[in-house]
């Protein structure tokens, strides 16, 4: 399993943002990651979205790897931010807009 923890660190680490997701940004395959890939597209976030469904391995992987059992999972500079739930709800305090500018993540429209 040491494989599949190198590609996720490795995934994590290469880019400020990465989805974890069923599906891809231009094409989710479930509503809970289509709901954050609404989210990030609407605060304009250049994010890297990783197809769960394209392996098993990584779908069991990213769970153990982050210690949350569902998915989409968003990571920010390489911390895990949270699911779909939280997510929302951060966006909707705006709690998520200050996180990304706090880690340098450029926002549009944030204040």
């Known amino acids: 399993m ?4 190198d590609y996720i660190e490795n995934e994590v680490k290469s880019s400020d943002v990465v ?12 509503g809970f990651s ?3 890939v609404q ?3 609407y605060l304009g976030i250049d994010y890297k979205g990783v197809n769960v469904l394209a392996n098993d391995d990584l779908r069991q992987g990213i769970k ?3 210690n949350w059992p569902t998915i989409p999972q968003l ?3 390489g911390e895990f931010v949270g699911g779909c739930d939280i997510i929302r709800e951060m966006f909707q305090n ?6 990304l500018v ?3 993540i450029t926002v549009k429209g944030a204040a």
Not at 19 to 30: N, V, W
């Open 2 to 5: 040491t494989g599949i923890n």
């Open 19 to 30: 989805l974890f997701m069923k599906g891809t940004p231009a094409f989710p395959q479930c």
């Open 34 to 36: 289509g709901q954050v």
């Open 39 to 41: 989210i990030l597209d």
């Open 64 to 66: 153990e790897y982050s």
């Open 75 to 77: 990571y920010v500079k």
């Open 94 to 99: 705006s709690e998520l807009q200050s996180h």
């Open 102 to 104: 706090e880690k340098g």
